[in-house]
């Protein structure tokens, strides 16, 4: 399962010397213990007008792209 860095979003590698995530985009690192709370804290965090919008966005070009494709079959 991929691991996405909480602050940037990019992609996180495991490091087996150093027993941490480290992010390829931004450089921070994460233990798992670390990682489990900032997801947590996501997780939790109230949704506000930006959230929305980008989820109705997302939303709608998810139908979108679904009402072409079926055209085309």
């Known amino acids: 399962m ?8 990019g ?6 010397k150093l027993r941490q995530y480290s992010c ?3 450089g921070m690192t994460f233990n798992e213990a670390q990682l ?4 947590d804290r996501l ?3 109230p949704e506000d007008d930006d959230d929305r919008r980008r989820r109705r966005h997302s ?9 072409k494709q079926k ?3």
């Open 59 to 67: 939303e709608y070009l998810d139908w979108w792209t679904s009402s």
């Open 36 to 39: 489990s709370a900032a997801r």
């Open 71 to 73: 055209k085309r079959e």
């Open 2 to 9: 991929p691991s996405y860095c909480t602050e940037c979003g």
């Open 11 to 16: 992609m996180l590698v495991w490091d087996r």
């Open 43 to 45: 997780r939790d965090r």
């Open 24 to 26: 390829e985009s931004c």
